[in-house]
């Protein structure tokens, strides 16, 4: 390649970005968040907003009676516990079958055992 060549081709490039180029700025970087990055994180932030509202405290004859009507049946029950994030706010629901209790204990299908003292409110059926 000659001089003259290059000087013409370091000339073209200097034209085209001072005249013709439009930088996007921080729009192009955008397109480096992979999809499923930004998909978890919407979804914690959806998380995040959902609120769960108090529910009326339920004696613990009215839970007793709930579970075990629940149990005897094999219904899905909805357990609202006196349980609170950080935040104060109430956690989600514990949503399955009752599959057994003892003492104090209460088991659901697919959920960690609670004890009934920790309940606020039961219903039968989901509420998600």
Request: glycine share 8%; net charge negative.
């Amino acid at each position: 390649m000659s001089k003259l060549q290059q000087i013409n081709d370091d000339q073209l490039v200097q034209r085209f970005f001072d005249h013709d180029y439009q930088d996007r700025g921080v729009v192009k970087w955008q397109g480096f968040y992979l999809s499923d990055h930004t998909a978890a994180l919407k979804k914690q932030a959806k998380q995040e907003a959902k609120k769960y509202p108090a529910r009326t405290q339920q004696s613990v004859e009215e839970i007793a009676q709930v579970l075990s009507e629940a149990y005897a049946n094999g219904q899905t029950v909805s357990v609202q516990l006196n349980n609170r994030n950080l935040n104060g706010e109430f956690l989600p629901d514990l949503v399955g079958k009752v599959i057994g209790y003892e003492d104090e204990m209460v088991y659901l299908e697919g959920q960690q055992g609670f004890e009934i003292g920790d309940v606020r409110n039961i219903e039968r059926g989901s509420r998600r």
